[in-house]
């Protein structure tokens, strides 16, 4: 019997850029949330009424813990993140009002316990809702079983962030702007512990749980490190599932100079070519074909007109 897919998790871009910070137990909350929101436009819209309860059996499946870790996970997230709240920073200018540059909410406007049944019903504070129900436009979205083995929230915060940008494969992320975005301005003020703390650990996990492979560099400004410079892109395991693509497609050229353990480049290592975003979450496009296949004829319709030019 086939194995189910595991469930999808579908968040605004601007949700995924926005500055928040929260525990693992409240984060791996708010992914089993997720799994309970269907975004697509036929499904019922969830409103700040709409109860999202929450099992500790669900838990537990979804993460992989005992019933009781995922009991008591439920009842200390479910606790905390009743505090928790977000600030989503909008572009310039915002589309719905112009005069609005950020707004802070609370994830939850309200919780109900039901020890009974091992549950507590959630009900989303009604800000949050537009970045996680009736998605259209940019959004982001991936599979949790790339992130549920995690337990770093910089590694899921991390993971998140890549996925959005994956088009790119390569992104520089200004060290200032990320602390801000994780809100640890006030921590880590010694670039070695930021690494050892937050950049490592999260960069170790993605290479050894997700789907994608991350390396990166540091970039300074004078003597200081003033940004970080991020590679990455599918595993080959991850490739070699897309019908027709080589095998090593998003892989990039070795440097020579790399250690990979330490999961750092050079920042002259190469360009690389990207694979499309529908890939990551197993969207079919173009009338049921694969994005990967699409891209794949793409290339050989290129190939086909060089070939064309050099024989004319």
């Not at 929450?54 to 439920?74: D, R, V």
């Not at 310039?92 to 919780?111: E, F, L």
Request: proline residues 7%; positive net charge; aromatic residues 8%.
């Amino acid at each position: 019997m086939k194995k189910p897919a595991s469930p999808l998790i579908a968040k605004s871009n601007l949700l995924v850029e926005s500055a928040y910070k929260l525990t693992l137990a409240e984060q791996r909350l708010l992914l089993a949330v997720a799994t309970e929101i269907d975004t697509h436009p036929d499904k019922p819209t969830v409103t700040g009424e709409t109860p999202i309860e929450i099992t500790a059996g669900a838990i537990g499946g979804l993460f992989t813990l005992p019933t009781k870790e995922a009991y008591e996970l439920l009842q200390d997230a479910a606790d905390r993140l009743y505090e928790r709240s977000v600030i989503i920073e909008y572009p310039d200018p915002n589309p719905d009002d112009p005069d609005v540059t950020r707004t802070k909410t609370r994830w939850v406007s309200a919780i109900s316990y039901l020890p009974a049944r091992g549950s507590v019903r959630l009900y989303l504070a009604p800000k949050i809702i537009p970045y996680m129900n009736k998605l259209s436009g940019e959004f982001t979205r991936y599979r949790l079983q790339y992130v549920a083995p995690m337990t770093s929230v910089y590694a899921i915060r991390l993971y998140e962030l890549l996925i959005k940008w994956q088009m790119t494969g390569e992104r520089e992320v200004k060290i200032d702007w990320l602390k801000k975005q994780f809100m640890i301005e006030d921590r880590y003020n010694e670039l070695c512990d930021l690494r050892k703390r937050v950049i490592q650990p999260a960069v170790d996990q993605i290479n050894e749980h997700s789907n994608l492979w991350v390396k990166y560099a540091q970039k300074k400004a004078g003597r200081k490190v003033v940004a970080l410079q991020f590679q990455f892109g599918l595993k080959d395991s991850e490739t070699k599932k897309l019908s027709g693509l080589p095998a090593k497609a998003s892989r990039p050229r070795q440097d020579p100079g790399l250690a990979p353990e330490q999961g750092r480049l050079a920042l002259n290592s190469p360009a690389w070519q990207p694979v499309p975003a529908d890939v990551l979450a197993d969207r079919p496009n173009n009338g049921g074909r694969s994005a990967a296949v699409g891209h794949l004829d793409a290339m050989k319709a290129s190939l086909g007109a060089a070939r064309g030019n050099k024989n004319g």
